[in-house]
């Protein structure tokens, strides 16, 4: 597309924006996966999920709450209820799925577990598609308008709401981790399981709250992508979930600075990485071969550097 | 209670031992092979049985991957795709390249795709090890399928390509009907069961065991370990280009549409299900998950189903009472001669998954596990391995 | 076991297969028949029987589960709507409808257990994967097949070259609506660039070529490169940046209204001016009810007819009273209503009666359809040699959203 040579700079300052925005909710739901591997080695497949349910409970708590007739300060309640309602849905989920599909096989070999998520996944997935009939929800069109930004840089509302909220809750959970005695006892079953356990840590406890904290990312993630791009069905959670738990191993799996650099890395390849290719003579990727270069480019960083980005041990433990 | 049951176990188990499993084979084939004289088999039985049989080849040959090696491919539709393709391009007139190839002259190359697509997505990959392997396998199975869409230079794209050939054999001419097309399947079949089990047998089966169980412990032992896992991954994706190609030949006409990730997911189920590294398990595996989805859409089903209406209006009479009761409608059951299609429709998926996650917790070995395999999944029960966590 | 080595057992079986191959005899083409320059295959055209108080069956093949049942269930409640009251000579009428998931699997396993029922002749498959691996095996039987929906170009000028003599269709292929809908585009809406949208199935990507060669034929030219989704997409931000920068008169959007609603919602919070026009996929109240106030203005078109003549009058009453739907909710039941009546027409006029017993050939059958002409609820049916419907004069409806409903737009 030789038209992308004259492109404006507004062009790629959008493109980045819309890979920034596509890149926190990757991130977002990274997080559950890499923090689950951390201390688990194993592959959350119905994080996914996790993050659909969430996205479900928003749009229940604000449709209860007004729907399309939200108007004024009553729209950020609802859209405050609506995150709690979707963290405490997803948390609720995901440690029910910790109890009945994982626990019973933390001794099992490593596929068992995997293969207990990924029927999990499917029973989830089609479960909620049943109950809908198939069809897609519509979130509440109620999130202002309009634009902030000046010359050639200008962003959307909804997406610097976005943007924002997600490192919030990225900050928050870095400080969860690194300064509460819950975080310290994270850090270490993910250390060492049997020494933690001998150091006074109840492994049990503290790994359903791995999986409670990651789902709450995901049922955030849930909401924003509701407000975003406003349609959600029961099956929406599988692909975010793949293209997550991808950008988890790009920025080194078991790592939570990795999943989030991951998570923007893979979001911005999707957008301005693509665009860019374009620029080459000859080369013509439209936006259909967006997941053609997501999974190419977990390819790549495997080969060139198996621990990914940020390898930490646990990624060689794998 | 219990004392009768480990009895009828043991004596099950003794007469498992009498009859040697060759013998038992024979049993099993002579059965699948009278099933086309069986009247009451019309030809949509025939097909659902050459379904059955075709998923039985992908099951072995993801076995040789999943089950005997332990790698985890997330991504076998890609080699089925590649020899549905290669079969479709080559062979139909309607494709890019129009050489009108023969069935029989495709077929190697088929297989010869499939094997050559293992490779080339082993090689980069199989340094790496399990959960990778997974999420890097996955991806690819998707890469595969959207160069089919969005290539319709070469593939026709989403139109797909139809007219692609069927086999002929000498005496028997093309192959047709049904019962020949199950037939074929069904030879094509032991031919794998026996190839793949020969292998497990050998030495290289042998490598890939001790890979499977430990890694380190098997390259320490002087197994080249990345030499004999990509022998794994070309052996499956091989077999699988080779369902490809019965597939594409069968259908007549292959679509993107066909080689989502769900087919990866229903084959690497059915070896589970089964029991990962065990033949019967396969043939079992697909039964249960390529059958029975299918059997409920008959009309036989139907009309053995259409005998319990009587059940049925007695839950809907139980059902209207606590509906007069409750605030809450609780519906009522449809006629029993749809039910069959109803749950094949659309609970399918809902039962699959909570069979998939009940499986793995009650019976992780699978439903007929291999002996050996057996072994490795009875794992002690959770107390006995982590100290409990109550000196806190 | 002694161990022979992996590499010359491989060998061994490629070398079988090699042997196999050498022995098998290659086979010509096997075509014959045809008319008005369009070559047939070979129908297996055979004569049926029905016995005295025997029903006559007709076969359904629609998708009615999951995500596609809302559009294959009134295609089936509509063709059996058509034979209510009717029968074949004294014979009842009875449906064997089967459930082809849309698929060409499906496709291939529904025409099978629909064959195997003896039916005279069926209806569908409603989506063209599905006619295209099913239409061997109704040729195999001599059973004509009317699709209410099939657009594809594919269904009626299939690969092998032959077209299937029993395949015809009451609907329109992607060939008609693609240049009237550029057509429009050029002179009524005044656009000289196109942005083109396409979901990547076999329904968007025909859509797409068939409206990008009209348009440049026009004299149209079509900015940027065409950009797909995948079915389910939700995130279209990075698309609406692209038309931003490409600043097309137009956007063409060629795929469903899943899709259409988040996506003309992204592209109405950047861009309120640029004209959204799409195809048959999108009509549906779905679309206006998700999309909202960002849907006003849109403009969409029908393969059909325009749904006003006393046929369509008297279906629609019809199929609301049975269905208790909108008779425009779902797509496509007027062609499938039109299809199911073509067939008892042409049954009632084909069926020897000899003593109660029913004899009907299956070659005679096909005659008299193909010569059918139809005043019916979709408009005028005529086919052609081909299996095309080419009764309507104007076989393209287009319509404006306005205040939330579906107005119909002169052409």
């Known amino acids: 597309m030789p038209t992308l040579f004259l492109a404006p700079t507004s062009f790629w300052v959008d493109q980045f924006v819309n890979g920034l925005t596509t890149g926190s909710l990757y991130a977002l739901i990274a997080l559950g996966y890499t923090m689950v591997y951390g201390v688990l080695q194993m592959i959350n497949f119905a994080h996914g999920e996790v993050f659909m349910v969430g996205s479900f409970a928003g749009l229940g708590a604000m449709t209860l709450m007004g729907g399309n007739d939200l108007s004024g300060p009553m729209i950020a309640l609802a859209i405050l209820v609506a995150l709690i309602a979707a963290m405490a849905a997803s948390a609720a989920l995901s440690a029910t799925l910790e109890r009945v599909a994982y626990r019973p096989l933390r001794t099992a070999p490593r596929l068992a577990p995997l293969i207990s998520a990924i029927g999990a996944s499917i029973f989830l997935q089609y479960f909620v598609s049943d109950r809908t009939q198939g069809k897609a929800k519509f979130y509440p069109d109620v999130f202002p308008r309009g634009t902030v930004g000046a010359g050639a840089f200008h962003i959307e509302y909804i997406q610097l709401f976005l943007i924002a909220s997600s490192i919030v809750m990225m900050l928050f959970l870095y400080l ?3 300064r509460t005695r819950t975080g310290r006892a994270i850090r270490a079953v993910a250390e060492n399981q049997a020494n933690a356990s001998l150091m006074g840590v109840d492994v049990d406890r503290t790994i359903v709250t791995v999986f409670v904290l990651g789902a709450a990312m995901a049922g955030v993630a849930g909401v924003l992508h509701g407000l975003f791009f406003q349609t959600i069905r029961g099956t929406m959670g599988f692909l975010p979930g793949i293209k997550a ?8 799996i078991g790592s939570i600075p990795g999943a989030v650099a991951g998570g923007y890395v893979l979001g911005l390849a999707e957008t301005v990485g693509r665009e860019g290719l374009n620029t080459i003579p000859g080369v013509d990727l439209g936006n259909q071969w967006r997941d053609v270069i997501a999974f190419s480019l977990l390819v790549l960083v495997l080969i060139v550097r198996p621990t990914g980005i940020f390898g930490e041990k646990v990624a060689r433990r794998a | 209670m219990r004392e009768t049951a480990r009895r009828v176990r043991q004596r099950r188990a003794e007469f498992g031992r009498r009859v040697p499993s060759n013998v038992r084979w024979l049993i099993f084939c002579a059965v699948l092979l009278a099933i086309p004289f069986i009247p009451f088999f019309t030809d949509a039985w025939i097909q659902m049985f050459f379904f059955v049989g075709l998923y039985v080849v992908l099951g072995l040959g993801l076995n040789v991957v999943v089950g005997f090696a332990g790698l985890l491919d997330l991504g076998y539709v890609a080699f089925f795709a590649a020899g549905a393709y290669t079969l479709g391009i080559l062979g139909s007139p309607g494709s890019a390249i129009d050489l009108q190839l023969s069935f029989w002259a495709i077929l190697p190359l088929g297989i010869l795709v499939g094997a050559v697509f293992g490779i080339l997505l082993g090689l980069p990959v199989l340094p790496l090890r399990g959960d990778y392997l997974a999420i890097v396998t996955l991806g690819f199975g998707e890469i595969i399928r959207l160069f089919l869409v969005n290539r319709d230079d070469l593939t026709n794209g989403s139109q797909g390509i139809s007219a692609i050939p069927h086999p002929a054999l000498p005496l028997i001419g093309h192959i047709e009907s049904f019962t020949e097309w199950y037939f074929f399947i069904l030879v094509l079949a032991v031919v794998v069961a026996v190839v793949t089990s020969r292998l497990r047998d050998a030495r290289i089966g042998r490598a890939w065991e001790a890979i499977r169980e430990d890694e380190d412990v098997a390259a320490a032992m002087g197994i080249d370990t990345v030499k004999y896992k990509l022998m794994a991954f070309s052996t499956g994706a091989a077999i699988g280009g080779l369902g490809g190609v019965i597939y594409a030949s069968h259908i007549g006409f292959i679509n993107p549409a066909a080689f989502s990730l769900q087919v990866s997911i229903d084959v690497i189920a059915l070896v589970i299900i089964g029991g990962m590294g065990s033949t019967p398990g396969v043939v079992v595996g697909s039964f249960i998950l390529v059958g029975i989805p299918r059997i409920l859409l008959l009309k036989e089903t139907g009309d053995f189903l259409g005998r319990f209406n009587w059940l049925r209006d007695a839950i809907n009479h139980g059902v209207d009472a606590i509906n007069s009761l409750s605030p809450w409608n609780l519906g009522s059951l449809p006629p029993a001669n749809v039910w069959g299609t109803e749950i094949a429709d659309d609970t399918r998926f809902i039962i699959f998954g909570a069979l998939l996650v009940a499986i793995m917790v009650l019976r992780p070995s699978g439903l007929l596990p291999s002996r050996r395999r057996q072994m490795e999944f009875e794992h002690p029960t959770e107390a006995e391995v982590s100290p409990k966590a109550t000196l806190a | 076991m002694r161990d022979r080595g992996y590499g010359s057992k491989l060998f061994l079986a490629l070398g079988a297969l090699a042997g196999i191959a050498l022995l098998a005899a290659a086979c010509g083409d096997d075509d014959s028949g045809g008319s008005g320059g369009v070559k047939y295959g070979t129908a297996g055209f055979t004569s049926i029987t029905i016995d005295s108080g025997a029903s006559v069956k007709i076969g359904i093949s629609s998708p009615t589960s999951g995500d596609l049942k809302a559009i294959g269930q009134p295609i089936v409640d509509a063709a059996q709507l058509a034979a209510e009251g009717k029968d074949i000579k004294g014979h009842k009428i009875e449906w064997v409808v089967k459930d082809d998931l849309c698929s060409a699997d499906g496709g ?41 929906s099939s657009t594809a170009h594919k269904s009626t000028y299939p690969d092998r070259g032959a077209v299937f003599q029993t395949f015809l269709r009451t609907t329109y292929s992607d060939d008609i609506q693609g240049p009237v809908q550029a057509t429009f585009a050029k002179d009524k809406l005044g656009a000289k660039t196109a942005y083109i949208v396409y979901d990547t199935d076999a329904y968007g990507s025909g859509l797409r070529d068939a409206f990008r060669t ?30 931003q920068n490409a600043k097309p008169d137009l956007v063409y959007f060629a795929g469903f209204f899943a899709e259409a609603t988040p996506f003309i919602k992204q592209l109405r919070a950047a861009n309120k001016d640029v004209k959204f026009f799409a195809g048959d996929g999108v009509k549906n109240d779905e679309f206006t009810k998700g999309a909202g106030a960002d849907a006003e203005g ?59 017993k029913l004899t009907i050939d299956l070659k005679k059958l096909n005659d008299e359809i193909r010569k059918t002409t139809l005043d019916g609820a979709s408009g005028k049916i005529k086919f052609d040699a081909r299996g095309e419907n080419a009764g309507g004069a104007t076989p393209v409806t287009l319509f404006k959203i306005t205040g939330g409903k579906y107005v119909e737009t002169p052409r």
């Not at chain 3, 529904?110 to 006619?131: D, F, N, R, W, Y």
């Not at chain 3, 008297?314 to 039109?338: H, L």
């Open chain 1, 176 to 178: 969860v981790i690194q």
């Open chain 1, 245 to 252: 738990f991808t950008a988890a191993v790009l920025g080194g």
């Open chain 3, 108 to 148: 291939a396993a529904a025409a099978t257990q629909i064959l195997q029922e003896k039916v005279v002749a069926s209806i569908g498959p409603v989506c063209s994967g599905a006619v295209v691996a099913a239409e061997p095996q109704y040729e195999k039987a001599g059973v004509t097949q009317i699709s209410p």
């Open chain 3, 214 to 243: 009209a348009f440049e034929k026009g004299g149209g030219k079509i900015v940027g490169s065409p950009e797909g989704y995948e079915k389910k997409a939700t995130d279209f931000k990075s698309i609406v940046t692209n038309i």
């Open chain 3, 298 to 356: 849109a403009y969409l078109s029908l393969p059909s007819p325009a749904y006003t003549g006393a046929g369509y009058l008297t279906f629609g009453t019809a199929y609301e009273a049975k269905t208790k739907a909108k008779r425009d909710a779902s797509p496509f039941v007027a062609e499938s209503y039109d299809a199911a009546t073509i067939i008892i027409n042409a049954l009632n006029k084909v069926a020897t009666d000899s003593g109660g």
